[in-house]
């Protein structure tokens, strides 16, 4: 049941993003990007649900031509917004990840922010296999998550809460099996007492799993980080970024 304004809450929800992943970790990321793949001006990245494009942008500041796809409106409108006003290589799409085609062949293809563990086994297999069909040969895929299960069995918390600009978030989850996954319920109280309730699933899946599927869509994964570029991820540790290249 929702109490709030579908603009007001809207618009909060992207600050409490915002605030949640600070300008500084989308600054590391982004250096690590372009580092690590060699991007330079003129490459094609594909930003797959992007969000609210932090890091569509910060590449685009460096020449890099992007696509932008995301199924949220607001977020594609922003985009497209910045973009005119910018005028920088940002090409935004209204697309659900799991619907987006195009001709056009990627150097690189983003899925941050655990955006991939959104999926069941068989939705992550068709994305991977559509993502491997979009990439250049020897074009690379690159993961965040923070729902491995490597991450996930030692790090789980069933309840928390928090104040992001005045306004009450407050999360309780569980872990399920038949298919491994977190289920979890997500309440924001505005300060004048209105609240809106959002409920939500990650799938879970171990390294191995994940490489499996990797494997079976022509990819493979190469290496996997806690900190980008500086430090290989082991168990336990919040996020993982995986690294994986195109066969």
Not at 181 to 192: G, K, L, Y
Request: aromatic share 10%; net charge negative.
């Amino acid at each position: 049941m929702s109490n709030i304004n579908d603009t007001y809450f809207d618009g909060h929800y992207k600050e409490i993003w915002r605030t949640f992943i600070p300008d500084e970790l989308t600054v590391k990321e982004t250096d690590f990007i372009l580092n690590y793949f060699t991007l330079e001006p003129g490459s094609a990245v594909l930003d797959l649900m992007c969000g609210y494009g932090r890091h569509a942008f910060a590449l685009a500041e460096k020449g890099i031509e992007v696509t932008a796809a995301d199924n949220l409106p607001s977020y594609i409108d922003e985009i497209k917004t910045k973009a005119t006003e910018t005028g920088l290589p940002v090409k935004a799409v209204l697309s659900g990840a799991l619907d987006f085609t195009t001709d056009e062949q990627f150097d690189l293809v983003l899925c941050m922010g655990n955006s991939l563990n959104f999926f069941n086994e068989k939705d992550t297999g068709r994305l991977l296999a559509n993502i491997s069909g979009m990439l250049k040969k020897g074009g690379s895929l690159l993961v965040n998550s923070w729902s491995l299960a490597e991450i996930v069995f030692k790090n789980f918390r069933d309840n928390g809460w928090s104040t992001i600009n005045g306004m009450k978030f407050l999360t309780s989850g569980k872990i399920l099996f038949h298919p491994t996954r977190m289920e979890f319920e997500s309440t924001i109280i505005a300060p004048d007492g209105s609240e809106e309730v959002k409920q939500g699933t990650d799938y879970i899946f171990s390294i191995n799993e994940m490489e499996a599927m990797m494997n079976k869509a022509g990819l493979s994964i190469k290496e996997i980080y806690s900190i980008p570029g500086r430090k290989k991820f082991t168990v336990g540790e919040p996020r993982a970024y995986i690294v994986s290249k195109k066969n």
